[in-house]
């Protein structure tokens, strides 16, 4: 299930909704929530506007996880995106994981949280204390904790790089 919405969400009533879906044949489930935070090394954030390309967004963050599904052995997976003017400190994504087995689930909701920063179509633009505003550039350390999750191709795995 994905939701990409303007309204804040409980993350402990989404984590017993993905319990109860996955029923008798989780052993484990894996969430993480994410937070605005200061985002300058310099000044403090006020807050940080969200947009998303509807439709597209939801379909992207599916994709992620039909991936996640087929890479790993997972029951299912939740992703929750607010969108809109954010307040430092509020709650902004939240990612949830259910797998018979712990090593799965952690893997699967890192790799989709890593994923969700560099390929869903999200644009955020920070407000500082101070009132200037920019748009936030996506870092190429965020490109690469990305493409680490890909498997090295053929030429690669045999060393004719």
């Not at 919405?5 to 989404?14: G, H, I, K, R, V």
């Not at 879906?21 to 000044?43: E, K, L, W």
Request: charged share 30%.
């Amino acid at each position: 299930m994905v939701v990409v919405q303007e309204a804040d969400f409980d993350a402990a009533a989404l984590q017993q909704q993905l319990r109860r879906r996955t029923a008798t044949r989780a052993g484990a489930i894996v969430t993480f929530t994410g937070y605005v935070r200061d985002y300058a090394s310099d000044a403090s954030t006020h807050s940080l506007f969200l947009e998303h390309y509807p439709g597209m967004c939801e379909r992207e963050i599916e994709a992620l996880c039909a991936h996640a599904k087929s890479r790993w052995d997972i029951d299912d997976c939740l992703v929750v995106h607010r969108v809109g003017e954010l307040a430092n400190a509020e709650q902004i994504v939240f990612v949830a994981v259910a797998s018979a087995h712990r090593g799965e689930a952690f893997r699967a909701c890192e790799y989709l949280i890593d994923a969700l920063k560099t390929r869903a179509p999200f644009w955020k633009r920070e407000t500082l204390a101070d009132g200037k505003k920019f748009w936030v550039e996506q870092r190429q350390s965020d490109h690469e904790k990305t493409e680490q999750w890909n498997p090295p191709s053929t030429s690669e795995q045999a060393g004719d790089k």
